[in-house]
């Protein structure tokens, strides 16, 4: 139990990095141990850990990859609102929009630049998690890194700076201010909206500074919007209320004080845990 607990705060960025979706990785954690209480003769239990939450998790994103094809408007990963220390741990690791990069990998390709790029392993502990050649797991890992090294949008690095353009953002969309949204947003803009078919949203992303700007000042023509800073995946983001009711939840990336990424999660299945969160909090 205790190597277990100790292990349990990597495990959950293991699986989390990898399926994207909080949930699911809470429940691979817990088959795996689960798993643990039945084996024997396990010398090594956080290495054991790692390779059953690992193949766990690859199983999962093979499960789910054909219903997130045919998912409604984009898929945005489930986002971690700043709360227990393991969301904490798990956010430094996998932010918004390196996840929503490796949803276009593949399922191995995933995992091995997950666990080699994101979380240090050695190419032959990897290897051993999704039951391939060292050799091989170098050249998923090399196309994974390729990848993902054309697709991540640039990004502040400075959190100081991030929180102030954020804080900026949520200001001008409050006041219906497109002067000001374009003063923000980067000419190349893109704005995702994750509704999973249950509220309205965008069924395609959204690009330019212009577009983005309309449609977030139309966003709240439309209904009465109310935006809160908070941690999301470790970076400055904002909770969006209509009322007193979670809307949404947005996650922004910003490069020279720009916006460049907007992903906003406003389908209320992935916003049952931040619902947790903000009614921990207000207790």
């Known amino acids: 139990m205790r190597e277990f607990l100790e292990a349990k705060d990597r495990l959950l960025g293991i699986a989390y990095g990898i399926t994207g979706d909080v949930g699911a990785a809470e429940d691979i954690v817990q088959e795996a141990w689960l798993r ?24 999962h994103v093979r499960s789910a990859r054909f219903r997130r094809e045919h998912y409604v408007g ?38 091995v630049f997950v666990l080699h790029e994101v979380f240090g ?26 990848h993902v090294g054309a697709r991540t949008p640039r990004f502040d690095l400075d959190h100081v700076q991030q929180k102030r353009v954020v804080d900026a953002f949520a200001k001008a969309c409050d006041g219906r201010d497109i002067d000001g949204l374009l003063r923000l947003l ?3 803009v893109v704005l995702h909206t994750d509704g999973g078919g249950r509220v309205r949203a965008a069924r395609r992303p959204v690009y330019g500074a212009d577009k983005v700007a309309r449609f977030l000042v139309g966003i709240s023509r439309t209904v009465a919007v109310d935006h809160r800073l908070v941690q999301v995946n470790g970076w400055t983001g904002l909770l969006r209320f209509t009322e007193t009711t979670l809307h949404s939840v947005v996650a922004l990336t910003t490069a020279n004080g720009r916006v460049t990424t907007i992903d906003i999660v406003a389908n209320p299945e992935k916003l049952t845990r931040v619902r947790a969160v903000i009614h921990g909090k207000d207790k």
């Open 74 to 111: 984009p898929w945005l990963p489930e986002p971690l609102v700043d709360g227990p220390e393991d969301r904490v741990t798990m956010a430094e690791s996998v932010n918004m929009a390196l996840l929503v990069v490796l949803e276009t990998l593949s399922p191995a390709e995933r995992t």
């Open 36 to 59: 643990l209480s039945r084996a024997e003769g396990v010398d090594d239990v956080t290495g054991w850990l790692v390779v059953v939450t690992s193949r766990l998790a690859l199983d």
């Open 186 to 188: 980067d000419p190349d």
């Open 121 to 146: 392993m050695p190419f032959a502990e990897v290897a051993e998690a999704v039951g391939r050649s060292p050799a091989a797991v170098r050249q998923l890992a090399a196309r994974a890194r390729k």
